[in-house]
């Protein structure tokens, strides 16, 4: 039974889909051409109302075309009046400019006829005008004897006398006015630091005398046969003159350090009394050490009175072997000491560095330690041991600028030399000897002699003044102002002297006359 019903079921079954599927497919289709006919409605809607859309829209766009070609056509219309305007201003401009330019042609010729006119005026008077001068000329020239260019000679001597005399009281009152106004300033930069620095001066010569207990002892230094003085002489390289002075042995010699050891040496050995060759080395080697001890300290003293710190040990040395160096007499370190000390207070009085001033005033002169040893100047050799000795290039251009052998480069080196020869040039600090000083009273009249219209001259003040007597008849009195001025810049190129040199140039005219 229950087959039956599941037989009955599928059979069912079997028979109903396809009816179903018959049934859904005819449904679908129905569907689909009824959605399918609406659809073509809707787009036979849509397609109308785009067209109708579009008619309207092509309608607006020719309007605005239309409105937008009217309004340029308008705008074109507008420009064109415009500039038919302003080109009918411009021609009208134009023409009125035409017209000034006309009017102004007419007066131009009317000017240029009358210029000619003037022109033929002007010149027939100056025609005229010549014509009376020259007769005024020959009148001139008949009324005073001279010809025209005799008249122009005489007129441009005047004239050159004028300008002459005028450049001569221009130089004399600008000369006057510097100088005035130099000397106040340099006057009290010197007087503040010379009165500042106090330095003592040591003259020394080439010879030493070393005093003797007795007259016996000079037999004893001379020894038997001269043994003894030669080989004093040979270790020390000095002459020793044994003569009838009482009790005194003169050194000599130019080296001022062998001299110091020789006496040395030479007191030691009459302290000790026993002189014999072999006493005699050995005593000279003490005596060199002593003075190699003595040099050290000077140095070390040198650079600690002047505050300088720093120097070189070697540079210490030579600083010391300066304290046996003179200069005209002027003991070397002495005289460096007091330029380092006179160009700390320069340098102070200009606001410049106080130590770099002193250094290179304390080692100017460092090349006159070795210049007895070395080939030469004391300025290259002092130069080059600073280089040597890595010194500042401040103080290396003091050192070669001091005596104007090489340009100053910065204004510590101007303050050295002046300093240097300040010192130098103080009372006392140093002297010639007779023979310099000779020579340079004769280079000094010869000089002032060579001058034409200079009858004699005398140089007097120890050569500080020459005093030149001129011709009357031949130098002026405003030529005096002017050879004057030549004759001191002639000294001051030709010339090397301490200080300055006064020049008095005198000009004197004398009327005699007898009573009979």
Known sequence: MLEIIIATVIVSLLIAVPVTFVLARNYVRKQNDEKLGSAEEKARAIIDE???TAETKKREALLEAKEENIKARNDLEKEIRDRRGEVQRNERRVQQKEEAIDRKSDTLERKEQSLASREDSLHRKQEEITRIHEQKVQELERISGLTSEQAKEYLLKTVEEDVKHDSAIMIKEMEAEAKEEADKKAREYVIAAIQRCAADHVSEATISVVQLPNDEMKGRIIGREGRNIRTLETMTGVDLIIDDTPEAVVISGFDPIRRETARIALEKLIVDGRIHPARIEEMVEKAKKEVESKIKEEGEAATLEVGVHGVHPELVRLLGKMHYRTSYGQNALKHSIEVAQLSGLLAGELSLDVRMAKRAGLLHDIGKAVDHEMEGSHVQLGADLCRKY?????VINAVESHHGDAEATNLISCIVQAADTISAARPGARRETLETYTTRLKQLEDITNSFKGVS??????????????????????TDMVLLAHDISKRIEGEMEYPGQIKVNVIRESRVTDYAK
């Open 50 to 52: 785009a067209l109708t």
């Open 390 to 394: 890595k010194e500042n290039p401040i």
């Open 456 to 477: 004699n001259s005398y140089a007097i003040q120890a050569g500080r003044e020459v005093r030149v007597m001129v011709v009357p008849e031949q130098i002026s009195d």
